[in-house]
């Protein structure tokens, strides 16, 4: 996993926040810092402003007044329309007591951890992996342990073999992104079921990051249009929290929104978590998150359909020989296996240079990622089609 941060001794810092992992993205980005036209490919998030409707929610709330400390747990109006919209989603009647309202996916994530994994405990991770899960459960106090995926013909696939020899009576929670980012790997129903069975074999919680899961291509992966979940394989009494967020579909990146879901009878320790965490989150900013949750559909439709472009124009660099690509199942990410000896973070210095074409090199996403480069496609065509012909005129010179 990346390097941790060097820190005199003379602070003396806690462990887990000195060994808290810095991002490897940033030193690409740093690269690129104050280069014109270079088109950005490296970040997780689309190139889509938040629809209108929705910031309009958040104003009419800031002008009525809305601006005092809040419910813990969420607004009753929110946690009432999130569980129409898994309802809607996923099919399955919902409670709102199981949702929890945070300030984005990371808080989410964070709290997840707190509640399962901390001093003395390990939390397993299918690599290549967005670094912060490594960063969560580090900084909790327990050890991330990378249990790297295998890449073939058909892309990712989990290793059920390697799952099993890392577990240790220090396990307790297994991380499951699907769909994932960086890698696009989404979990079928089968795959679902045997990593519930292996959890509770193994007494292991499942931190479940389903943020994606709007976005599956494969067709032959999807049920009623969105990814498997855990929800379609469950039983109530499983341990399973799920992280989820506002930001991806609703391009709601900088509001900072978004909810863990959790068994109820953990409410009151998540409210106290929370907080201790934040204190709750702004009620303007959850307004704005009820509207896109039920006006919304039209605008989660045009950005799948959008990704879907942006996939087949990206999908057109594996024509170059010097790429593998195949065709990632769901989230908006490809991660292109690049030929010849050069490592990713060459690679990618490289394509800035010579291409002006920003993507992240796959070692920020643990050692399994080397070797690989990830590319946002959540973006205008015309983009993405210039940034396809950049790399592809770019790549016989750099790939070595
Ligand atoms: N999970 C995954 C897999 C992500 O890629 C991200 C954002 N990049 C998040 C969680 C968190 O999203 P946020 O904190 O913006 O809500």
């Given at each position: 996993?990346?390097?941790?941060?060097?820190v005199?001794?003379?602070?003396?810092?806690?462990?887990?926040?000195e060994?808290?992992?810095?991002?490897?993205?940033?030193?690409v980005?740093?690269?690129?810092?104050?280069?014109?036209?270079?088109i950005p490919?490296?970040?997780g998030?689309g190139?889509?402003?938040?629809p209108?409707?929705?910031?309009d929610a958040?104003?009419?709330?800031l002008?009525a007044?809305?601006?005092?400390?809040?419910?813990?747990?969420g607004?009753?109006?929110?946690?009432?329309?999130l569980a129409?919209?898994?309802?809607?989603v996923?099919?399955?009647?919902?409670?709102?007591?199981?949702?929890f309202v945070?300030?984005g996916?990371?808080?989410?994530?964070?709290?997840?951890?707190?509640m399962?994994?901390?001093?003395?405990?390990?939390?397993?991770?299918?690599?290549?992996?967005?670094?912060?899960f490594?960063?969560a459960?580090?900084?909790?106090?327990?050890?991330?342990?990378?249990?790297?995926?295998?890449?073939?013909?058909?892309?990712?696939?989990?290793?059920?073999?390697?799952?099993?020899?890392?577990?240790t009576?220090?396990?307790?929670?297994i991380?499951?992104?699907?769909?994932a980012?960086p890698?696009g790997?989404?979990?079928?129903?089968?795959?679902?079921r045997?990593l519930l069975d292996?959890?509770?074999?193994?007494?292991l919680w499942?931190?479940?990051?389903?943020?994606?899961?709007r976005?599956?291509?494969?067709?032959?992966l999807?049920?009623?249009?969105r990814?498997p979940?855990?929800?379609?394989?469950?039983s109530p009494e499983?341990?399973i929290?799920?992280?989820?967020?506002?930001s991806k579909?609703?391009?709601?990146t900088?509001?900072?929104?978004g909810?863990?879901e959790a068994?109820?009878?953990?409410?009151?320790?998540?409210e106290n978590?929370?907080?201790?965490?934040?204190?709750?989150?702004p009620?303007?900013v959850?307004r704005?998150?009820?509207?896109?949750?039920?006006?919304?559909?039209d605008?989660?439709a045009h950005?799948?359909d959008?990704?879907?472009t942006?996939?087949?124009i990206?999908?057109?660099?594996?024509?170059?020989g010097y790429?593998?690509?195949?065709?990632?199942?769901?989230?908006?990410?490809?991660?292109?296996?690049?030929?010849?000896?050069r490592?990713?973070?060459?690679?990618?210095m490289a394509?800035?240079e010579?291409?002006?074409v920003?993507l992240?090199?796959?070692s920020a996403?643990g050692?399994?990622?080397e070797?690989?480069l990830r590319?946002?496609y959540?973006?205008e065509?015309?983009?993405?089609?210039?940034?396809?012909?950049?790399?592809?005129?770019?790549?016989?010179r750099?790939?070595?």
């Amino acid at each position: 996993m990346n390097a941790s941060v060097s820190v005199p001794s003379l602070f003396n810092l806690r462990p887990e926040a000195e060994q808290a992992p810095s991002s490897g993205i940033v030193d690409v980005f740093n690269h690129a810092r104050g280069r014109e036209g270079v088109i950005p490919l490296w970040v997780g998030e689309g190139d889509l402003p938040t629809p209108a409707f929705i910031c309009d929610a958040a104003s009419r709330s800031l002008a009525a007044g809305e601006t005092f400390y809040t419910y813990q747990r969420g607004i009753p109006d929110l946690r009432q329309a999130l569980a129409r919209y898994h309802e809607r989603v996923y099919g399955l009647p919902s409670d709102p007591e199981r949702f929890f309202v945070t300030t984005g996916g990371m808080p989410a994530m964070q709290i997840a951890m707190r509640m399962v994994a901390g001093n003395g405990d390990d939390v397993l991770i299918p690599t290549p992996a967005w670094p912060n899960f490594v960063g969560a459960v580090t900084v909790a106090g327990a050890r991330p342990v990378a249990v790297p995926m295998v890449f073939g013909q058909n892309g990712w696939n989990l290793d059920f073999e390697r799952l099993e020899a890392s577990v240790t009576p220090r396990s307790r929670a297994i991380l499951v992104n699907s769909p994932a980012n960086p890698t696009g790997w989404t979990a079928t129903l089968s795959d679902l079921r045997a990593l519930l069975d292996f959890a509770r074999r193994h007494g292991l919680w499942i931190v479940a990051d389903e943020i994606y899961g709007r976005f599956v291509h494969d067709p032959a992966l999807a049920i009623d249009g969105r990814a498997p979940s855990f929800r379609d394989v469950m039983s109530p009494e499983d341990r399973i929290l799920f992280v989820q967020t506002f930001s991806k579909n609703w391009a709601m990146t900088g509001w900072r929104l978004g909810w863990l879901e959790a068994p109820p009878a953990l409410g009151q320790v998540i409210e106290n978590l929370i907080q201790y965490q934040t204190s709750g989150t702004p009620v303007f900013v959850q307004r704005g998150g009820i509207a896109a949750l039920e006006d919304g559909e039209d605008f989660v439709a045009h950005q799948i359909d959008r990704a879907r472009t942006g996939r087949e124009i990206v999908g057109r660099l594996a024509d170059t020989g010097y790429v593998d690509l195949p065709p990632p199942s769901g989230a908006f990410y490809a991660f292109l296996k690049i030929k010849g000896g050069r490592t990713s973070k060459e690679v990618a210095m490289a394509l800035i240079e010579e291409a002006k074409v920003g993507l992240a090199p796959g070692s920020a996403f643990g050692e399994a990622g080397e070797g690989y480069l990830r590319l946002c496609y959540a973006r205008e065509a015309s983009d993405l089609e210039e940034a396809v012909r950049r790399i592809a005129e770019a790549l016989p010179r750099i790939a070595g």
